[in-house]
């Protein structure tokens, strides 16, 4: 065999071992790119539960608080038709232990809110979260409740009572069947020791999207 027959097999040996080392190497960079994509998608797709997961909680993507306690879901229900109206966050007072129907029936005088109208000491209800989030960065809050024998139902004085309003406009809103709000904004102020308290507003359980619409006009 020649030498230009010899160099020639040669040389093809030698491209042929540098294609496979190379197709290995970029399918390896491949998986690991693939790995890596996949990784990150994993880390996106848990930011995103979780922030879905937290939506009872003040985002601080607007000046506007809502907070609230709702018992049977009439003043959710407002604090959420607020919300939309006023571009607010909202954050809800969730009483560790949470009333039960038999808890509320307030024609029973052996029921959990019966004894606690009865015995005030009772009425210092823990709560599941005081905190809220980014909370220095609401300047107006809002705080909704159902009135309990003419005042805002207590797990609400548990959160006023955690939490500093100095620096914040605070307005109180109830929802009643019947009753009015009565003082219960300024007991709720007393208890709190901070913030400039407004003048509140009484909702009916149900209230007409003029009430809404009136009210939201009044404090912008």
């Known amino acids: 065999m020649n030498k230009k027959v010899i160099i020639g097999i040669v040389a093809v040996l030698i491209i042929a071992v540098v294609a496979v080392l190379g197709y290995s190497f970029l399918s390896n960079d491949s998986d690991d790119n693939n790995v890596n994509n996949e990784n990150n998608n994993s880390n996106n797709n848990s930011i995103t539960d979780e922030n879905v997961t937290n939506d009872n909680i003040g985002s601080g993507t607007?000046?506007?608080?809502?907070?609230?306690?709702?018992?049977?879901?009439?003043?959710?229900e407002v604090?959420?038709?607020?919300?939309?109206?006023?571009?607010?966050?909202?954050?809800?007072?969730?009483?560790?232990?949470?009333?039960t129907d038999e808890d509320l029936d307030w024609t029973d005088d052996n029921s959990r809110v019966s004894r606690e109208y009865n015995d005030e000491s009772l009425r210092d209800v823990e709560l599941?979260?005081?905190?809220?989030?980014?909370?220095?960065?609401?300047d107006t809050v809002l705080i909704?409740?159902?009135?309990?024998?003419?005042?805002?139902a207590w797990p609400v004085s548990s959160f006023v009572e955690a939490n500093d309003f100095t620096g914040k406009t605070v307005i109180p809103f109830c929802t009643s069947s019947s009753s009015g709000l009565g003082n219960s904004g300024d007991l709720l102020e007393d208890k709190a020791g901070t913030g400039t308290w407004q003048e509140g507003h009484r909702f009916s359980s149900n209230p007409s999207d003029d009430d809404i619409t009136d009210f939201v006009d009044s404090i912008s």
């Not at 607007?62 to 609230?68: A, C, D, F």
């Not at 604090?79 to 009333?99: C, G, H, K, M, Q």
């Not at 909704?144 to 805002?152: E, Q, R, V």
Request: charged share 20%; glycine share 8%; no cysteine.
């Open 144 to 152: 909704g409740y159902p009135i309990w024998w003419g005042i805002a």
């Open 79 to 99: 604090a959420e038709r607020l919300a939309e109206s006023l571009n607010a966050d909202t954050f809800e007072i969730v009483p560790s232990d949470p009333y």
């Open 128 to 138: 599941e979260n005081t905190a809220v989030p980014l909370w220095d960065s609401y």
């Open 62 to 76: 607007g000046k506007t608080l809502i907070v609230y306690y709702s018992a049977t879901g009439n003043t959710e």
